[in-house]
């Protein structure tokens, strides 16, 4: 009964309260032929110990010692272990919403110190306390652009993540939002022309990643310049947080949106994962999800509490800002220990060690033959490289070398033909990279 905790007794107990004699008579007005009248089809239950030994080999058949060269919005990058270590206490994942803040000071205190370190990265005024992930925090972006300005429309660069892109086109659709999308020049970076010809005056916003699906670093200030001078805002999403550690972060932008990932969060098979959206602070009043702010109590001591919450569970339907039901408080407490481990000093080594090995490995793939695409723009740590090969048919013969190579483009972008975008993070070793080099160019 450890993991029940109710005893026969207490049913009984209940039921004699409920005024029933079992649970027969309990589901009696349920139609019999809806009801199950034989055990469950399932193996019998497993001791304690069996259950370990049944997950230890399950885990055993994971994959272990491979060099991963993946990245497109997930990123492989190392996790301090006090960060499980932390998390792992009673007091941070069993806690709920801090709606109580004389009973939730610790919570609310290290979401707003996440909000704090949020905005120096980004360089806004004001963060929220975290999304469902990126690509949520990209669409609701959009969406709080539209009640900025009173437009109605969005444009969005086509070298966007996909997936963001998707998701976008979803929220979209139920709100009667018209997009619009401009393509990629040759340096793998937004087509300027083309997306000064695509503004409008219904354009709310212009929606751009940087660094963009392909690894370049966009020119934040000059698009800002051309959304600016239309009247519309500028969204700017962060695929890759480690980024800010040393690219200018995109102060230009009214809006930034990003995924925290990077920042101390497992991959985890895709989530759960942790969004931010930061802003200025004369359109907080417009910002989703929820806001913790400092403040003081009747004695004069500091405190935190729940400042904005403007979400349907709160306030009237018509006046909420979003439908997002929570926030990843528990992903972002890991980005939270993450960025205080690291400090300004940690995060910038960090992400000049994953600038040079970005660098090396973009050397080592043109030496084996590889052509690596974009090369006149600025990057991080991910880079588009073109085979003569298949990209999927060659990822399947590093596999077998316990290579993870890149992430094939041709179903997001045919016109690129056989290439895959790759990443390069501080745990790629010297040799690894040489080795999928050797791979690549044969």
């Not at 270590?85 to 996440?114: D, H, K, M, N």
């Not at 340096?187 to 940087?210: P, Y």
């Not at 800002?321 to 890991?334: D, P, W, Y």
């Not at 483009?409 to 016109?415: A, G, M």
Request: with cysteine.
């Amino acid at each position: 009964m450890r993991y029940l905790p109710k005893s026969q007794t207490d049913r009984e107990q209940m039921l004699h309260e409920i005024g029933v004699a079992s649970i027969d008579e309990l589901f009696a007005p349920i139609p019999g032929e809806y009801r199950l009248d034989r055990d469950l089809k399932i193996p019998r239950q497993f001791g304690e110990s069996e259950i370990l030994d049944y997950f230890k080999e399950r885990a055993a058949e994971n994959a272990n010692g491979y060099s991963i060269f993946i990245g497109a919005g997930a990123y492989n990058h190392y996790r301090p272990v006090v960060i499980d270590s932390l998390v792992s206490r009673g007091e941070w994942f069993t806690a709920y919403t801090p709606y109580q803040p004389e009973i939730a000071q610790g919570t609310l205190q290290s979401i707003f110190e996440f909000q704090s370190m949020i905005c120096e990265l980004t360089g806004m005024e004001v963060a929220n306390a975290s999304m469902y992930d990126g690509s949520t925090g990209a669409a609701e972006a959009i969406m709080m652009a539209v009640r900025v300005t009173g437009r109605t429309g969005a444009v969005l660069a086509n070298s966007v993540h996909p997936e963001y892109r998707e998701v976008i086109a979803t929220y979209a659709k139920h709100q009667g939002l018209p997009l619009s999308s401009v393509g990629y020049g040759e340096n793998g970076r937004v087509d300027v022309k083309a997306l000064e010809q695509a503004i409008t005056d219904e354009t709310a916003c212009v929606l751009i990643q940087s660094p963009n699906f392909f690894g370049t670093i966009e020119d934040v200030a000059a698009i800002a310049d051309i959304a600016h001078k239309k009247g519309a805002l500028l969204v700017v999403s962060i695929a890759e947080a480690l980024s800010l550690g040393i690219v200018r972060p995109p102060s230009e932008a009214d809006i930034v949106s990003m995924e925290s990932q990077s920042f101390g969060v497992p991959l985890g098979y895709g989530g759960p994962y942790a969004g931010v959206i930061a802003t200025k602070e004369k359109f907080v009043r417009q910002i989703p999800g929820r806001l913790v702010g400092e403040t003081v109590d009747r004695n004069g001591k500091r405190g935190y509490v729940l400042t904005l919450s403007t979400r349907e569970q709160h306030i009237r339907r018509e006046k909420a800002t979003s439908n997002i039901c929570t926030n990843q408080a528990l992903i972002a407490l890991m980005a939270n220990i993450f960025m205080t481990i690291y400090g300004k000093q940690g995060l910038r080594d960090l992400a000049k060690q994953n600038l040079a090995k970005a660098a090396y490995a973009v050397s080592a793939f043109e030496k084996a033959g590889a052509k690596v695409l974009f090369k006149s723009s600025p990057r991080f740590n991910e880079f588009v490289v073109q085979t003569s090969r298949d990209s999927r048919e060659l990822n399947d013969t590093l596999i077998e070398k316990k290579i993870i190579g890149g992430f094939p483009l041709k179903k997001f972008y045919p016109e690129l033909g056989n290439a895959a975008v790759w990443c390069v993070t501080e745990l790629n070793s010297k040799e690894a990279i040489d080795a999928a080099a050797k791979g690549v160019g044969r």
